[in-house]
């Protein structure tokens, strides 16, 4: 996810999207500690994903 995309986000579909990865993190913790993890490049992904997302949600918070 790109952080234009991220920025063009309202806070609800922010909030919505942090919840989501953070349940794909969850379960890709999951896979690598049973050893069924395919794509170990996308536990990086998803942990940048949501830092960017945060982000821009404390950013948002701080400008309002």
């Known amino acids: 996810m ?4 991220v920025r063009g986000l309202t806070t609800d579909q922010l909030a919505d999207e942090l919840l989501k990865l953070k349940k794909e993190q ?5 896979q690598a500690a ?3 993890l ?3 490049h ?3 992904e998803v942990r940048r994903d949501i830092a960017r997302i ?3 949600l404390r950013a ?5």
């Open 2 to 5: 790109k952080i234009d995309d």
């Open 26 to 30: 969850f379960n890709l913790r999951f």
């Open 34 to 36: 049973t050893g069924q």
């Open 38 to 40: 395919e794509k170990t």
């Open 42 to 44: 996308r536990v990086n």
């Open 54 to 56: 945060k982000t821009v």
């Open 60 to 64: 948002k918070s701080v400008a309002a």
